[in-house]
């Protein structure tokens, strides 16, 4: 599943689309896609997985789900979920995703200060959030995309490993300073992610997802196929990783 930064680096890439107008729409959704057609589109926008193109008094939001891809300018053998095509030939492409039209204002719809990678992002606001739900494990928390919009399985991990706290730590039994740095960290390895990513690099950067042993310790990692409420891959270290509970 694309985590919140490979949103924005997509928003990057079709930044050019705001203002122009869709000339061709199609794809296998079973939503009425031709409402967009000859509509301008007004912006493009991130929350969290969410890529959302606006247009006046509705939204097209993009949710890639597991295997979601798009394209821009290029196609692939698969059909597309949706297709918006530009003039000049430019199009933009999506695969496998989940469509959905929001009505309305974004604003009405979007806690912009639960994005850690938004200029918006409030960590006081997560840590009030969190504090409401003492019982939840850290790794179930970090996914929660009402506390942390964007963070994915990926970041889950790594961030679990950066901070030194287990998966199945309880929020309320972390101290302040730890639960302070996991809010922290949420948005910082968002950010590097992000950077990693755009240098085709981010694989080489992993600490403990997908890998064997600990490079702290030389430990041999812990795995978990299905942990937690949200049932995703843990991976983690039982010497330096410190269970709270």
Not at 1 to 22: D, H, K, Y
Not at 105 to 110: E, G, P, Q, V
Not at 153 to 158: L, M, V
Request: glycine share 8%; aromatic share 12%; net charge positive.
């Amino acid at each position: 599943m694309p985590e919140g930064p490979s949103l924005v680096i997509l928003r990057e890439q079709a930044a050019a689309f705001a203002g122009r107008t869709v000339k061709r729409v199609s794809g296998n959704s079973k939503l009425d896609l031709q409402r967009m057609h000859g509509r301008r589109i007004v912006a493009l926008r991130s929350w969290g997985k969410h890529f959302l193109i606006e247009f006046d008094n509705f939204t097209m939001r993009v949710h890639f789900l597991l295997f979601g891809t798009y394209r821009i300018n290029e196609g692939n053998p698969t059909p597309p979920r949706m297709s918006l095509g530009f003039a000049k030939g430019e199009e933009l492409n999506f695969y496998a995703c989940s469509l959905k039209y929001i009505e309305g204002a974004l604003d009405d719809s979007y806690d912009w200060s639960g994005d850690v990678m938004a200029e918006q992002w409030d960590p006081a606001g997560a840590r009030r959030k969190l504090q409401a739900q003492p019982d939840t494990i850290a790794a179930d928390a970090l996914l929660d995309q009402n506390v942390f919009a964007g963070v994915g399985n990926i970041i889950k991990n790594e961030v679990l490993h950066r901070i030194r706290v287990h998966p199945e730590s309880t929020i309320g039994a972390l101290p302040s300073r730890k639960l302070g740095e996991l809010i922290k960290q949420a948005s910082v390895y968002s950010f590097e992610f992000y950077e990693w990513k755009k240098a085709y690099e981010l694989k080489k950067h992993y600490q403990v997802h997908t890998k064997t042993h600990c490079p702290r310790d030389g430990n041999r990692l812990s795995y978990r196929a299905k942990l937690g409420r949200t049932q995703r891959r843990a991976f983690f270290c039982e010497l330096c990783q410190k269970r709270y509970e």
